[in-house]
């Protein structure tokens, strides 16, 4: 059974029109309980309008920053994205339940070259695992990062400083699939995008982990394509 903690919210950020970084307090007799490994999520819980509701968000936010964050996007007829994007701020208390997950990087054990692909609100929890590689290992960190517009996408501000910030270790792709943006592949994750980061950076990186997280037809896709190419 999930033991649920009250922690109050210290910050929210627009991240795009229809997402909010939600970041949480955590007390100091609870650190130990809120450490988490990149890539695990959190249970968040709370009562709207009388009913009690549970959501599982991804952390986005670096293990070793001292903070924790998740990012919420809107959907449609989504009861608890909506209450977070239009209702939630800074002051608010929640039921967090404590970091859960296998979906992990963990850099001591990792210490390999990696490959990822996220579309939409999926870079959640891989933005805290290239914020992990980049910044606790010396791995070289290939992302390719779909969604339908510039104005979609979640943290792209973030991940092109840390383009610049790390030119040599980190490579961005980015797709949009109803946009056609200055550096960006136009379409979607498939295989001519996927053969493409392939032809482009594999070669000279060779990484040895991949991380898929999006639409599950993304993501069997990618994991067909990959294995064609000779990925265990």
Do not use: W
């Amino acid at each position: 059974m999930a033991q649920f903690h009250k922690l109050s919210i210290n910050s929210i950020e627009q991240v795009t029109s229809k997402s909010v970084a939600i970041g949480f307090n955590i007390p100091k007799e609870l650190t130990s309980e809120f450490s988490f490994k990149a890539g695990q999520y959190i249970t968040l819980m709370c009562e709207i309008d009388g009913t009690e509701v549970r959501r599982d968000y991804s952390i986005c936010s670096a293990p070793n920053s001292g903070k924790l964050k998740v990012a919420v996007k809107e959907v449609e007829h989504g009861t608890f994205s909506k209450y977070a994007n239009n209702k939630l701020k800074v002051g608010d208390v929640l039921e967090v339940a404590s970091p859960n997950g296998r979906f992990v990087f963990e850099p001591n054990a990792d210490s390999k070259n990696i490959a990822l692909f996220a579309a939409g609100s999926g870079i959640t929890p891989i933005l805290s695992i290239v914020k992990c590689a980049l910044e606790e290992t010396k791995n070289q960190v290939i992302l390719v990062y779909g969604n339908k517009s510039t104005a979609d996408a979640m943290f792209l501000n973030e991940l092109i400083d840390f383009q610049s910030a790390y030119p040599e270790r980190f490579y961005l792709q980015l797709v949009f699939s109803q946009e056609d943006a200055e550096n960006a592949v136009f379409g979607r994750i498939e295989k001519s995008t996927v053969n493409f980061a392939i032809k482009n950076k594999f070669k000279e990186v060779e990484p040895k982990r991949f991380y898929l997280c999006g639409p599950e037809p993304m993501i069997h896709n990618v994991k067909d394509i990959l294995m064609e190419n000779g990925v265990a």
